[in-house]
């Protein structure tokens, strides 16, 4: 499975951005996808993940202004982050399992300054 991620970028405090992430090549069914994020001198971390059938879980830091929604048809997922705060800086990495595997993308920059 190749995964392919968009979107990252510098925005200012309170601002917004929309991550992408398309995934192609798989022969199996994808049961989830989603985005991690590793910040300077952290362990990588949840962001969000979505199953196939809808369902959402979010890391309890992003609740309320991070939305993600996901294409079936397009094995693609859509991060909406509103509202954005420095200790959102990070790398993201998007994430998709197709049981028992995990696949990761390329990791893109997102920088809250201002």
């Known amino acids: 499975v190749q995964l392919q991620a968009s979107g990252g970028g510098l925005v200012q405090p309170g601002g917004s951005l929309r991550l992408s992430c398309a995934a192609s090549?798989?022969?199996?069914?994808?049961?989830?996808m989603g985005w991690y994020r590793q910040a300077p001198g952290k362990q990588r971390e949840l962001v969000a993940t979505i199953t196939s059938g809808g369902g959402t879980n979010y890391a309890d830091s992003v609740k309320g202004r991070f939305t993600l929604s996901r294409d079936n048809a397009r094995n693609t997922v859509y991060l909406q982050m509103n509202s954005l705060k420095p200790e959102d800086t990070a790398v993201y990495y998007c994430?998709?399992?197709?049981?028992?595997?995990?696949?990761w993308g390329q990791g893109t920059q997102v920088t809250v300054s201002s």
């Open positions: 994430n998709a399992v197709s049981d028992p595997l995990w696949y």
């Open positions: 090549g798989s022969r199996y069914s994808i049961n989830a």
